[in-house]
């Protein structure tokens, strides 16, 4: 088979495919790039990565490749270039949308191959459910008899792979927190395409100890931008703790361990109300097709409002869902799911005319995503003073500059705080690498002095920890488990010292849905007077 690549998109989508044949030693794919689209940057970085065997497409279109079927996940390759039948996948979910046509003006229905190959028969287009082979017909004519009723294997494996929830969630680093994922399509009536600050204003307003925010962008902007690019806008956002999912793989993964989702007419849509998730939009889309699901789901769920507080449109977004809400909706995008890959397997076996294996496919789930997550090195901490011997600590990451107006609040910084006005502004300096106790006190002196405008410098040691208040003394921290706790208890400590507070106690501190028992013993330094 001659596997037709054109975008990105179209690149992930095969490679999925793929794996369709597994064990036959009777197919053999060769892979190639039709590279005539704006988002066609990285394809052949994609394939080569794969490891798949590439030829070029100026062999192809010079008739020096041999091959018994194309297979592609794009209407729009060259299809004068090819000399056998083309089976085209859907790089989406059904034809909802138009895009600009990119042989003349005006636009077209995505996803519909041209009229003339239709005609000819030269191509059969993949459906996931029946309603869609009646939209096209009505459109095209010549649609009629040129299209397959197959299901839709990413749904399939969605739902298989619900099984993997809390590993996902692990994963990610998400733990008990809410999980609120963005997914944007591409084109101006995206979801970051209408806002691009959302996700830097989300990481703003809500506690970082209870929410979690991830992005997944559609291929086609990481394709036409580049990573570099996209990494440098959403910088800020990125050091506050956003989760950015590549473009190849963990969006999958992201809706299912999602405990709701924000999203625009794009596919991932679909796939987060098939999945039974409160879902929030950016609004209505002029390149949505009348009538068609996304747009039922664009009246059906509600709009994010710009001036409303987020995070109280996310709860109540999540109150007010009931399970099943968006079924008559998908009802209409999904058939067959179940067998949508055997049925695609021998779509494709038919064509070749040889007899499929024997045994029915079954979904694979999707693996769990190697997940690089960076730190948060700093957070504005709300200031409180220790209740009925709890502290609850609300924190907000320093680099999306939240808004705590109105309310007292210290920075908290690790000494990796890469931004130099942030560390000027830190009331606590922490260190969570573990030290023995001499170099625990060389430490924190050394951190005080080196930060004048810091008030506790804190580090992790053996017992727990040890921290260092400027004219007051030095704290032993004795604590089960300091791993990734030291901001947390910087903050006590600094809570205690602004209250006065400075007694031996032990004190129970909450940051979420965790806590940890910690006790304080307060000692002088040589030279130093009694607080």
Partial sequence: MLVVARTLTSAYRLLEAWTLFRDDFRIRMLFTINGTSAFSDGVEDVLRQAGVRLVSWQAVRDKQVAYDLVLSASENIDFQAITKHAVVLPHGLGFNKYVPDSNGGGTRLAGLPPEAVLRAGDAT??????????????????????????????MAQLLASRGLRDRYREAFGTRARTFVVLASTWRPDSLLGRWRSLPSLLLAELPADLYQVCVAIHPNVWSFYGRAQISQWFASALDAGLLLLPPDSGWQAALIAADQVITDHGSLGLFAAALDKPILHAGPSSEIVDGTPPDELLREATEIGRYAPLREQLNQCRSVHRPGRFDHITARVFA???EADSNLRNLIYRR????????????????????????????VVDTVEVEDGALHLTRYPAAVQ??????????????????????ERAAVIVRERTLDLPEAHRWADSALTANPGARVAITATARGGLAAVRGSGVVQIDMADSRHWMSA?????????????????????HTGSRSTSVSLTWSLQPGEAVP
């Fill in 125 to 154: 287009v993949v459906l996931s459910h029946p309603e869609q082979r009646r939209q096209l017909a009505a459109v095209s004519p010549a649609s009629t008899g040129q299209t397959e009723i197959v299901g839709d294997p990413t």
């Fill in 336 to 338: 067959h799911t179940s």
């Fill in 352 to 379: 070749l005319t040889l007899t499929p294996p024997s045994d029915e496919l079954s979904p694979r789930r999707f693996s769990v995503p190697d997940i690089d997550l960076r730190a948060v090195t700093s957070y």
């Fill in 402 to 423: 939240p808004d705590r107006s109105g309310r007292e609040t210290h920075v908290v910084a690790d000494e990796t705080e890469p931004d130099v006005r942030t560390l």
């Fill in 489 to 509: 208890v910087g903050s006590t400590v600094y809570c205690c010292w602004l209250s006065d507070d400075l007694r031996e106690r032990r004190v129970l501190v």
